[in-house]
């Protein structure tokens, strides 16, 4: 069997099968030759070593994926190529008087190349995927790094990251913090940014929507904190207040929940942006309850903040505190001769609320 017509044969029905291939004809005409020749070695040396022909398949598999199409289309090419071989073989077959036992040692022995040709080429396909993917992934966590730089990257690298990672830059974005968990990963939705591996893991949600809600069904066994949705240049904001709600809950300041949502916590957030100040204010605000014992101290602030809150006489305070009224007046009396006219300035009434909230939340215990 001549190769060359053959070769030009399959060419010509692939071409009118499939349009598109036209434009790489060099392509398809190198594979169906050396199809063709690994074929004719094989019949004449079934029990020869594979040759280095095997290569150009899995190129044909790995340009499929390169060029954005599935491997429909070579698998047809494939089928087709098969089909005119065979009508050559049978012609040929004709000619020398073959036997119908050869012929059918020929029909199993193409089919059994085509099913080889093919699964080089899947081979092919699969691998370019494999990198792709992979060079993808790598791309999307440099874009991960230069998102949360400090200091902050300069956007028009952040720009071309984000080109390189094929990932549209959002209006907004939020990251989420999350406690580092063995627990399994379910779905993400598409264009979340994600690293898993970093020692404090996290990930960068486009246009946030809804977040803790899919959150729960995509890291179940994971604790995670919902940053700030921001512009993406400030992606870093986001994140360290979520991290640092995170933090919060391991100290027991908030509350331990699977997820928290930092637009939920923005009052402990500021009071305590600081804890050094924070410790400094409630000190020094709440200096003259220091003489008092535990006990007592603990009652006068608790009724000092419910009382500069509610804005409100004896009896709404009481029914918070769950008191009589005559003890709340009789504990008022006591921080109006510890506190004198700061009670009564506006100035001192909200750095004295700011203070008892601080020191609220600044008990661990």
């Given at each position: 069997?001549?190769?060359?017509?053959?070769?030009?044969?399959?060419?010509?029905?692939?071409?009118?099968?499939?349009?598109?291939?036209?434009?790489?004809?060099?392509?398809?005409?190198?594979?169906?030759?050396?199809?063709?020749?690994?074929?004719?070695?094989?019949?004449?040396?079934?029990?020869?070593?594979?040759?280095?022909?095997?290569?150009?398949?899995?190129?044909?598999?790995?340009?499929?994926?390169?060029?954005?199409?599935?491997?429909?289309?070579?698998?047809?090419?494939?089928?087709?190529?098969?089909?005119?071989?065979?009508?050559?073989?049978?012609?040929?077959?004709?000619?020398?008087?073959?036997?119908?036992?050869?012929?059918?040692?020929?029909?199993?022995?193409?089919?059994?190349?085509?099913?080889?040709?093919?699964?080089?080429?899947?081979?092919?396909?699969?691998?370019?995927?494999?990198?792709?993917?992979?060079?993808?992934?790598?791309?999307?966590?440099?874009?991960?790094?230069?998102?949360?730089?400090?200091?902050?990257?300069?956007?028009?690298?952040?720009?071309?990251?984000?080109?390189?990672?094929?990932?549209?830059?959002?209006?907004?974005?939020?990251?989420?913090?999350?406690e580092p968990s063995?627990?399994?990963?379910?779905?993400?939705?598409?264009?979340?940014?994600?690293?898993?591996?970093?020692?404090?893991?996290?990930?960068?949600?486009?246009?946030?929507?809804?977040?803790?809600?899919?959150?729960?069904?995509?890291?179940?066994?994971?604790?995670?904190?919902?940053?700030?949705?921001?512009?993406?240049?400030?992606?870093?904001?986001?994140?360290?207040?979520?991290?640092?709600?995170?933090?919060?809950?391991?100290?027991?300041?908030?509350?331990?929940?699977?997820?928290?949502?930092?637009?939920?916590?923005?009052?402990?957030?500021?009071?305590?942006?600081?804890?050094?100040?924070?410790?400094?204010?409630?000190?020094?605000?709440?200096?003259?309850l220091d003489p008092?014992?535990?006990?007592?101290?603990?009652?006068?602030?608790?009724?000092?903040?419910?009382?500069?809150?509610?804005?409100?006489?004896?009896?709404?305070?009481?029914?918070?505190?769950?008191?009589?009224?005559?003890?709340?007046?009789?504990?008022v009396n006591q921080?109006?001769?510890?506190?004198?006219?700061?009670?009564?300035?506006?100035?001192?009434?909200?750095?004295?609320?700011?203070?008892?909230?601080?020191?609220?939340?600044?008990?661990?215990?």
């Amino acid at each position: 069997m001549e190769v060359a017509p053959v070769s030009l044969s399959i060419v010509e029905a692939i071409e009118k099968a499939i349009p598109e291939y036209s434009e790489f004809r060099q392509n398809v005409v190198d594979g169906i030759r050396q199809a063709l020749v690994k074929f004719v070695d094989r019949i004449a040396a079934p029990e020869s070593a594979p040759d280095p022909y095997d290569d150009i398949h899995r190129k044909l598999g790995a340009w499929e994926f390169q060029c954005g199409r599935s491997l429909d289309s070579l698998q047809a090419a494939y089928r087709i190529g098969a089909r005119v071989a065979w009508r050559h073989v049978c012609g040929f077959a004709e000619r020398r008087k073959l036997s119908l036992r050869l012929m059918s040692v020929l029909g199993e022995a193409m089919i059994a190349h085509v099913d080889e040709l093919v699964s080089l080429s899947v081979e092919g396909y699969a691998a370019a995927q494999a990198s792709a993917a992979g060079t993808l992934e790598r791309k999307r966590r440099k874009l991960m790094e230069l998102l949360v730089a400090e200091p902050a990257s300069h956007w028009q690298a952040v720009l071309d990251a984000a080109r390189a990672a094929v990932w549209p830059v959002p209006e907004r974005i939020a990251a989420v913090a999350l406690e580092p968990s063995a627990a399994p990963v379910g779905e993400l939705p598409a264009g979340v940014l994600v690293d898993f591996e970093d020692a404090s893991p996290y990930l960068l949600v486009p246009d946030p929507v809804a977040v803790p809600r899919w959150l729960r069904a995509a890291l179940p066994g994971w604790r995670a904190a919902v940053g700030l949705p921001v512009p993406p240049a400030q992606a870093r904001t986001s994140l360290d207040c979520a991290r640092r709600v995170l933090a919060l809950t391991r100290e027991k300041v908030l509350p331990d929940r699977p997820v928290l949502d930092c637009s939920d916590h923005l009052v402990e957030l500021t009071v305590l942006a600081d804890e050094f100040l924070a410790r400094r204010l409630a000190e020094r605000a709440l200096a003259p309850l220091d003489p008092l014992t535990d006990r007592q101290r603990t009652k006068l602030a608790e009724t000092l903040l419910v009382w500069l809150s509610a804005r409100g006489g004896a009896p709404e305070v009481a029914a918070r505190l769950q008191v009589h009224p005559q003890t709340v007046r009789y504990r008022v009396n006591q921080l109006e001769e510890l506190f004198g006219d700061r009670l009564h300035d506006a100035d001192e009434r909200f750095a004295l609320e700011l203070a008892l909230r601080a020191r609220y939340l600044l008990r661990r215990d």
